[in-house]
């Protein structure tokens, strides 16, 4: 059964970071890109950032610049999102999700269940 699991949420200040990690059960990351996106209540959801299988492409969406880094280890089988000086606004369930194909190309196949991230003083 596939299955992705994100880890790595919970309470942080203002200010603060976060690192999420994307693992998965019952396949491998490395030929897949893989893409991180969140959805706060009673909004849409909206995608972060996106590396691609090799790691040499990366791409963010919607974010300051900086604020958040993708990363992926393949030996390990996990894909990272860093995330730095968050803000309440960033307060959100964050997904990971596998594309259909090597490349960001927005085709997403499997989805995570999410990890809660909350950003309050």
């Known amino acids: 059964q596939v299955q992705l699991v994100e880890s790595g949420g919970g309470l942080v200040q203002p200010g603060g970071s976060l690192t999420l990690s994307c693992t998965t059960s019952?396949?491998?990351?490395?030929?897949?890109?893989v893409a991180w996106s969140r959805q706060a209540p009673g909004k849409e959801r909206e995608d972060i950032a996106c590396?691609?299988?090799?790691?040499?492409?990366?791409y963010y969406q919607g974010s300051e610049k900086g604020q958040f880094t993708i990363s992926r280890d393949n030996l390990k089988n996990t894909v990272a999102l860093q995330m730095n000086n968050l803000k309440v606004e960033d307060t959100a369930v964050y997904y990971c999700?596998?594309?259909?194909?090597?490349?960001?190309?927005?085709?997403?196949?499997?989805w995570g269940q999410g990890t809660q991230v909350t950003v309050s003083s």
């Open positions: 999700a596998t594309e259909d194909s090597r490349w960001c190309i927005g085709d997403y196949d499997y």
């Open positions: 019952g396949f491998f990351l490395e030929p897949y890109a």
């Open positions: 590396i691609s299988s090799s790691g040499d492409s990366r």
